[in-house]
């Protein structure tokens, strides 16, 4: 995994960041994501009701501290759900292979037995994603949902996460402080005389 693809997690005093996010993607990408096409009121809505603690929400940023994509993880009880979105500049790079295990992982070392996604039968990306990590796939109709059976958490499982977490805060902070720093040598350029 490059640094590229290393995952962050979200926390609540991200919301504006994600929100963000949402509200970039196109009017049939938000339809492939959430079911239906949301208007920016209603991501607005979504991303207020959204629970960290509960939830698991992991991204993948690029340099400027962008979200490149992001899943989010709705545990419900004995199972979980994830719905997974992607920007179009950074499609076919594997961020949606590298979220989804992160997730997994997340599950796996919370005891959650299973993991589901629901989505539109028309999402070839997450049709190709679920199938790829081993999802029983069930079509009906217009919709279809993909199924995966959780192993139980190991000493690994438990390390990789730690792992995981580490590289990724470590990652974001280096990231915020190159932010930081190129701001900084901005201010104490000579500004140019007109």
Partial sequence: MTASSTTVRLHSADRPTLQRHFTSLGDNDRRLRFGARLSDEGIESYVARLDFER????????????????????????????????VERARGKGLGTVLFRRAVTFLRNRGTPEVFVHCLSENGAMMHLARKSGMRIVYSGGESDGRLAIEPATADSFINEWLDDQKGRTVQALRKNAQAAQSFFSMLEPRSRS
């Fill in 55 to 86: 939830d698991g929400l992991f991204a993948v940023q690029d340099e400027a501290l962008e979200l490149l994509a992001v899943v989010h993880v709705a545990v419900t009880g004995e199972s979980a759900e994830l719905g997974l979105s992607v």
